[in-house]
């Protein structure tokens, strides 16, 4: 028995199996934009372990920057005490925004949404929160109120989170949809929603991806967008956006919400964030950041060496958002120019990229499988999104000759479906 089936053997009998793998990757180590098994394969990543490894694995100004923390302190609870790294890494964090803003840290994705919700409720004393459907903001009870992509992440769980409601993503394989459905979807919750199901006055907050990931890498209209933030700013509700993967560069520009010419209260940030340690952020505008002391804390948002990291990511992303642009078009193009009757459709900004496989109008799942389990054996990782989407997320700082050879053999296996 090979290394690798003798971990996946033991992983199935010792680690509750409620997620499903892709395919039998038993991963080593890893350099950069190349991960390596334990047989000493080597693969080209477009996976980035899920839009988190933002400066590749191994970065070395992220290992001496954790390094030297660690000889300081790993851990000393943020909100019990005061350090120094905390405020520079939350000033460096609120100069991105167009709104003088304050942070709170956490550990991960599903913990900076449910801090927004927090927020939101606790800040405007309303009760209601609207999200979208199709979107992905985690699998804690709040934000697992808000995701639907696939109705499995949700169904046995209920009763989930009151006071929510779904409205559908204006996306253009919802069934209700023809074409670009943003004007009808905004119409609904102003003359429909509005009216008959909950006053705007009982509304805390909309929560939206500003760019859907696990939902099929969904890019809305930005009318539709604008269209959001005007009905939130007529009726003094909270608009949040969930950056956490679309956040830090990954679109090409340091949040999403820059390409639609949009101004958030709070945004969630997770992944990117911390270099690969764990670390989330809900950032915002100072004026909402004002839930009573005691109301809200933890224990390791904040953690130090995740902040070390944090402090070189904030660094250096802006650095690299030119590459970013130029990789992602490369990669974009690519799988473009696949010679297949399955491609719908190829999305994204920067290096979020999906490319959408239909047949017959539908979702061709058994497509998506055979085009991720077959560039993996050809050396090249990319996971799914939505129902048949490939989708690529590889470090920002991918060299252009990967970004070339791992997007050429994606695309040659959609080409031969
Ligand atoms: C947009 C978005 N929000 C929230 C989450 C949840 O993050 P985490 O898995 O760190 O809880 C994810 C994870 O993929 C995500 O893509």
Known sequence: MSLSSKIIEEDSRYLMQSFSRWYPLVIDHAKGSIVYDVEGREYIDMNAGIGVMALGHGNEKVINAVQEQMRKFFHYSLTDFYYDLAVRVARKLVSFFPFQGKVFYTNSGTESVEASLKIARGHTGRQYIIGFTNSFHGR?????????????????????????LLVPYPDRHNPLCQGDCSSAILGYIEDWVFKKIVDPNDVAAFLIEPIQGEGGVVVPPKQFLQGLEKISRDNEILLILDEVQTGIGRTGRMFAYEHFDVKPDLVCLAKALGGGLPLGAVVGRSEVMDLPRGSHANTFGGNALALAAAEVVLEEVPRILSGVERNGKLIFDNLASSNSLYLEEVRGRGLMIGADLRKDGKPFEEGLEKVLHKSFLRGVLAIGAGESTVRLLPPLIIEEELAQKGSSIIAQEISKL
């Open 140 to 164: 804690t009870f709040g934000s697992m109120s808000f995701t639907s992509s696939k109705y499995v992440q949700r169904s046995i769980f209920s009763p989930l989170l009151p006071s929510t």
